[in-house]
């Protein structure tokens, strides 16, 4: 059974960093589509990013380009997201989640609903 688990969360200033891990098991990361969400409180869960790696694609949401980048060790099953020159707004419990590689077309990539599996999610907490 594939399994999800999200570590890197915590407390930043304005302008900080942080680097969300994404540790899949039970299969292989690079067969799946995989893509970090993120939950304020009151707000629609949001895609942030998303990539399948086997097929070459890799998906980021328009708020986040330019700061955020994502990243993989296939070799240790994981999933990165560098958050750089954050932000109060990006403030939110952020999830990983996968789906199978069709998941990863732009007009689904985003959309919650479309995954199977999801982690417990991490806090990023940005202040000003």
């Known amino acids: 059974q594939v399994q999800l688990v999200e570590s890197g969360g915590g407390s930043v200033q304005a302008g900080g960093s942080l680097r969300l891990s994404c540790a899949l098991s039970?299969?292989?990361?690079?067969?799946?589509?995989v893509t970090w969400f993120r939950q304020a409180p009151g707000k629609e869960r949001e895609g942030v990013a998303g990539i399948y790696t086997d097929g070459d694609r890799t998906y980021i949401a328009d708020s986040v380009k330019g700061r955020l980048t994502l990243s993989q060790d296939n070799a240790v099953n994981t999933l990165y997201l560098q958050m750089d020159s954050l932000k109060p707004e990006d403030t939110a419990r952020y999830y990983c989640?996968?789906?199978?590689?069709?998941?990863?077309?732009?007009?689904?990539?985003?959309?919650?609903?479309?995954?199977?599996?999801w982690g417990q999610g991490t806090q990023v907490t940005v202040s000003s």
């Open positions: 039970g299969s292989t990361i690079s067969t799946y589509c």
């Open positions: 989640a996968a789906a199978g590689a069709p998941v990863c077309s732009g007009a689904s990539w985003y959309r919650s609903k479309n995954y199977n599996y």
